[in-house]
């Protein structure tokens, strides 16, 4: 039991420090645009970015389907159009003007030792749940 109980924490360690360095992805954003996808140099690690002719229905973003809708202007301005805060707006904004920058995220991400004992009190709550229904038979 207690080799399974180490083997348990030691595997929760390991996931928590993985994840905590997978990126995540910011938002989908759909691009909305008459020219090719080919020609347009918008490429992006942070974001999801859908080119389409056609604007999506409101519902989208409603349903959360996508975060942001961004035309392009015929003076080649960015129109971006989202339920979400201007915050996230600046932030889509300064990635279609420069796609390499770094994004500050308004809201404080996760670290790796708030995923360690997140994992850890999963693990804990998995095993006082399993021998509370061992102890009730």
Do not use: W
């Amino acid at each position: 039991m207690f080799v399974l109980l180490t083997a348990f924490t030691l595997a929760s360690m390991v996931l928590a420090v993985h994840l905590t360095d997978v990126q995540q992805v910011r938002g989908h954003i759909v691009l909305v645009t008459d020219k090719s996808a080919g020609t347009l140099p918008y490429n992006s690690k942070e974001f999801d970015i859908v080119i389409s002719a056609v604007k999506p229905p409101v519902s989208a973003l409603v349903e959360k389907k996508y975060d942001a809708y961004v035309t392009i202007g015929k003076d080649g301005d960015y129109q971006i159009e989202t339920l979400r805060s201007d915050d996230y707006k600046n932030m889509v904004y300064t990635m279609l003007c420069n796609p390499d920058a770094t994004l500050k995220d308004p809201k404080n991400t996760r670290g790796i030792g708030s995923n360690m004992i997140g994992f850890m009190m999963m693990f804990l709550l998995l095993e006082v749940f399993c021998q509370s229904v061992c102890f009730c038979r």
